[in-house]
């Protein structure tokens, strides 16, 4: 019988081992695999975008505000790039993801400690130990417990759960990453729009002092008429209106330089006035530049980083769903420890006092009232929701781009109506205003051509500024602002 028993054993044995290198080489849950997309070849207004010539060449998209050839729009930008608080808090929250995942890698690796302790005690003889110890002849009650140990422990991942964890972690730590991307991207457009607002507050004020001048102008000449008696009050009413209809232009576009300017400041990190007076001279010539995107939709799913962030959120949550099904399977842990004990000072490390441990554990959840299947299935549902999510994430990242190439187009082609209904104001009032000298049409036809003037620079200047607006928003939608080299976050 010893034969065949022993033979039994090893066989028991063998088949253990090939189970249990079996269950460590598995890992439950589905595979993740990237969606496929059903984007198509081009944007709908993409020819749109092809058609149009900017005032400068196209500027790579991850330095776009470089094409406005504004070097103060540049050292904004970059400032901001380098002071941003939400980019500051962001980074921070890329370096807690990172942790996370190597925390959930460490998780997956042996562990090793070294516990040490002295104890000097006073024995109670009214303890049981005590009482026990204190019969016996030469019983010393102040005792030294010395205690050292070296252990180790691991978990074996038999179902994949931890790496299902951190295959999570990591996925979670490269969608922050993104978003980090995603906040610099705001943060440079953000700043870009600011700075055209300023720019086209003070053009717009400009304009509107030049007006006032005029109307001025025009009011003097009409106080030296009436003083010949070739004018009357109620052309000089009218012409004090107009002074006063322009100015009252003022506040308004003052309110709206003042508060670009602070916003701009706190996107820079600073205190609202910080940056104001480099901002307070006349308004700095600025181009707009072309804008190239030839390979359509399909790049925003590498470019835009909201895309990227979702997809690899919906990654994280695939995994979760491995994570929540290794719970059907038993847990084995193995660990160990060599290590010394004794109440003799001066005798720890004697063979005596030499105490190893090993130790082999298993858990294994039999039943559980359906805790494990809830857990599952809300795993599932987590990643059907983040599915959703990275296509509407997709669907959106398109429709920003169509909105912002029919805007920027658009309104390019209004500047260029308004610049010449601006040309036609300018020689009409120029004309009307020589013939009201000389006497031909009256002081009603001077100030409706001014009115029409003032109206459509006021335009010009407004939408020159939207002009470079629009084209930041187109930037922005294709996902540009963010350094080539740190483009692939999702690469395994």
Known sequence: MTAPASRFTRSGVFAFGALFTALVGCTVGPDYQRPPDSLTATYQNQSLLQQRVGETPAPALDSWW???????????????????????ASFARVEQARAVAQQAGAIRLPQGALDARVVRQRQSIESPQGEVGSAFPGYDRNQTLETLGVGASWEADLAGGLKRGEESAIDEAQAAEASHAGVRISVAAEAADAYFRIRGAQQRLAVAQDQINTQDNLLNLINDRMGSGLATH???????????????????????????????????????????????????????????????????????????????????????????????????????????DTVHSGELFTSSAFQPQAILGLHWRLFDFGRVDAQVAQAKGANAQALAEYRQAMLKATEDVENAI????????????????????????????DAYTGGAISLVEVLDEDRQLLTSRDQLAQLRANDARAAVSTFRALGGGWPQAKRDVTKQ
């Open 66 to 88: 470089t094409g406005f050839n504004d070097p103060e729009l540049n050292r904004i930008v970059q400032r901001a790039l380098d002071q941003n608080l939400d980019l500051a």
């Open 234 to 340: 109620r052309e000089q009413a009218q012409a004090q209106a107009l002074v006063s209809q322009a100015r009252a232009t003022l506040p308004p576009l003052r309110t709206e330089l003042a508060t670009q300017l602070n916003r701009l400041d706190v996107l820079m990190g600073a205190q609202p006035g910080t940056w104001s007076r480099a901002l307070s001279n006349s308004a700095q010539p600025y181009s707009v530049p072309t804008i190239i995107d030839s390979q359509g939709p399909a790049e925003l799913l590498r470019r835009r980083p909201d895309v990227i962030a979702a997809e690899r959120r919906l990654a994280a949550s695939n995994a979760r769903i491995g994570a929540a099904m290794s719970e059907y399977y038993p847990k084995v842990s193995l660990s160990g420890l060599l290590g010394f």
């Open 406 to 433: 029919v805007t920027l187009v658009e309104l390019e082609r209004q500047r260029v109506e308004v610049d010449q209904e601006v040309a036609a104001h300018q020689t009409a009032r120029d004309a009307a205003q």
